[in-house]
């Protein structure tokens, strides 16, 4: 997982079954200078690979830029699964 972006790990995750969520983007602001909200709701975590069960949590962040707020909230999603935040 090292090295990879927060949202390229959480996306892997997600791949092998480690983890189920639910993403949702809203774009805010003003149209010359939009704020991209995301959230990731989750709806499930194999807890039998060592993660916490964070089910039915929801997480948000807002930036400029889509990808920056993706990775900004897949981090804290990975933290809340107990991810070693050198790892991330």
Not at 31 to 54: F, K, L, M, Q
Not at 57 to 62: A, I, P, V
């Amino acid at each position: 997982m090292e090295g990879q972006r927060p949202y390229m790990t959480l996306h892997n995750m997600q791949q092998q079954r480690a983890i189920s969520y639910r993403e949702e983007r809203h774009e805010r602001g003003p149209r010359d200078a939009p704020e991209w909200e995301v959230w990731i709701h989750v709806a499930a975590v194999d807890t039998t690979r060592g993660y916490r069960n964070i089910a039915t949590q929801s997480y948000w962040q807002r930036a400029g830029k889509v990808q920056q707020a993706k990775d900004m909230v897949a981090r804290q999603v990975l933290l809340a699964l107990g991810l070693n935040p050198s790892e991330i």
